[in-house]
């Protein structure tokens, strides 16, 4: 079965592309580099090369634009594609209150050419990397499926739209499969330290920026807030190991070839922990380098959101197996590697 994956060189693409080249599927990649680097190509291949000899045949990328519909055409006339994974898009909430039009000419555009194309071809199984930011502030804690959704900036009204636009598809057409798949906050790397997350400039998400504190790359973590309404008055979220996220994507192809219908899935853990557990737990693993201080809160947070993850687990078979300190040591690992 050959799988699409938009967007298969960014963090969560390429960790999928290697779960499913090592599981025996055959990937076909449309990215456009503008938050990913070709050299992920090779990497992928060499991690996937231990266990399965990987070329043209299994493993091929096209650099371009999943807006380009010629480019679309060129890629199913090429590949007999089976299923699509969407994750190709842009995901900087501070950015996209910036830049709203952007956010839905790249979102938005992407994913209806692609719908476009796919049912031109025939092809009806499809993937969606949402967000639990879709959830906005729930009223309640662990999230399910069915809680009332709203987004509170472009990136997340981007997920919602988008998700709105896939049911609107499965009414009228019953023969797609659609997961929705909604991502909490996933962090570290491949044990490889081959792949991870490498954002550009100053990053604005917790993980990464602590990676660089721990690696002397950046000063002091800013906490923003201790006065939160939990534990420890730090924000508290569902942290998610990539790796984990990735095998989610493959138990959702596999619940697409039984002709599911659409369904939306939580991907994380069922746990909560605060900024201070993953400063704690990111010094046990680098030797407390990890300094930090308080900061005011940063507009638009939430105290708290964690998902249940009971539907994943109970309709894919699917669980998060790792826990926060191979989150930190595979994270850890990869920063202190990328130093070279
Ligand atoms: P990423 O930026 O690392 O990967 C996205 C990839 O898509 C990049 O390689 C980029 O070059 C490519 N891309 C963007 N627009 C494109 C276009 N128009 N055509 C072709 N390629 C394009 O992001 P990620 O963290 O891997 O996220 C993947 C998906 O998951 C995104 O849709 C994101 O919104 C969603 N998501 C991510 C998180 C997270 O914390 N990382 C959380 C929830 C949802
Ligand atoms: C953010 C996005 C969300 C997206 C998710 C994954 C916002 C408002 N939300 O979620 O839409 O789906 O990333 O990409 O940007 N923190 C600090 N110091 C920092 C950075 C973060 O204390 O330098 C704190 C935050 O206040 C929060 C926690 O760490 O309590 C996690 O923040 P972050 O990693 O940015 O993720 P989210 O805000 O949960």
Redesign the pocket.
Known sequence: MSILL??G?????SHTAVELLSAGYDVVV???????DLSVKDRIAQIVSSTRKIGEDNFKVYV????DENLLNKVFSQNKIDAVVH?????AVGESTKKPIEYYD?NLI?TLKLLEVMRKFNVKNFVF?????VYGQAKSMPIYEDFPVGATNPYGRT?LFIEEILKDLYAADNSFNIAILR?F??IGAHDSGLIG?DPNGIPN?LFPYISRVATGKLDCLSIFGNDYNTPDGTGVRDYIHVVDLAKGHLCAIKKLEQNCGLQIYNLGTGKGYSVLDIVNAYNKVCGGKVKYKFAPRRPGDIDICYASPEKAEKELGWHAERDLENMCKTGYNFECKKQK
């Not at 994750?87 to 995901?91: R, S, T, V, W």
């Open positions: 938009t967007g060189l960014g963090y969560i693409g449309v990215d456009n580099l503008s938050n990913s371009g634009d999943v807006r994750f190709a898009g842009l995901k790249n992407s990397s949402s967000s639990a930011t997920k991502y906050n996933p997350e998400n």
